[in-house]
């Protein structure tokens, strides 16, 4: 009885084995290989795209940090294929449309959403 179990696990082991190794030998011209080369390829495009849309943050909050009137310490910048998303508070309302304006005049800005406020001070006034 425990030389038929023994073998038995020893066939499944071995079936498992071979199953893991054909799964992961696939090449292109089968339908199953193609299938694991677009998945193979599909990591690599997505850091691509998070790569320009960092490199677009950059931009845009080096355009705004070259404003001196503007205080951008409280401003964030969201970067995605191009349109961008401002949040976070400014000393006053003049520098709501000026951050605005600052961050369309970037190239490669297609859209801009303006979703900063006027920050209020402590006093209640």
């Known amino acids: 009885m425990k030389k038929t179990t023994v073998a038995g696990l020893a066939i499944a082991t071995l079936v498992a084995a071979a199953s ?3 799964w ?4 292109a011209s089968t339908p199953g290989g193609a299938q694991a080369a677009s998945a193979t390829a599909a ?3 997505v850091p691509t795209e ?3 849309n960092r490199a677009m943050r950059r931009k845009v909050y ?3 940090g070259k404003d001196k009137s503007i205080d951008a310490g409280n401003i964030s910048v969201r970067a995605k ?3 961008i998303t401002l949040n976070g508070t400014v000393s006053d309302t003049a520098q709501i449309a000026r951050v605005e304006e600052i961050a369309k005049g ?3 800005v297609t859209s801009v959403t303006n979703k ?3 920050k209020k001070s402590f006093g209640g006034m």
């Open 81 to 83: 294929g191009g349109a």
């Open 20 to 22: 893991m190794s054909a």
């Open 50 to 52: 998070r790569q320009a």
């Open 24 to 27: 992961a030998q696939g090449d």
């Open 43 to 45: 990591p690599t495009a």
């Open 106 to 108: 970037v190239p490669g």
């Open 116 to 118: 900063l406020t006027v």
């Open 62 to 64: 080096a355009a705004i």
